[in-house]
């Protein structure tokens, strides 16, 4: 009985180490600096729009979704969730992405800063 528990356990942990995504590696110090390029129009703040939507509590959240803020036909209608597959995407090309998003930002260029900021908002709310 013990060495089954032993098996689960090493089973699931290995699991989990398969499917962790690989944004996590990010350094979210070092995505508080790119974070910078964001937050002109973004806040981590809860309720706070900019001219872009807070975004408190955004990963894991579908697309469009925070109170008081008026969102594109694209981006409303995009079926988008936001988790760190989709951001990673979204950071890198926006209009790409979501045709039609009013989001004026081009993107980052760098895959480390979109991990990094992704890592940066994980840890502050985002």
Not at 51 to 61: R, Y
């Amino acid at each position: 009985m013990k060495n089954g528990i032993v098996k689960v356990i090493g089973i699931a942990a290995a699991l989990a180490a398969f499917s962790a995504p690989a944004l996590a590696d990010g350094d979210a110090d070092k995505g508080k600096k790119v974070f910078n390029k964001c937050k002109a129009c973004h806040a981590l703040d809860e309720g706070k729009n900019k001219v872009g939507p807070s975004l408190f509590g955004v990963l894991g959240q579908p697309a469009a979704k925070v109170q008081g803020f008026k969102y594109s036909k694209a981006l409303k209608g995009s079926g988008l969730t936001w988790d760190e597959d989709t951001l990673e995407k979204f950071l890198a090309k926006p209009k790409a992405l979501v045709p039609g998003t009013r989001m004026a930002f081009a993107g980052l260029k760098k895959e480390d800063d979109i991990e990094n900021v992704i890592a940066y908002m994980k840890a502050n709310g985002g």
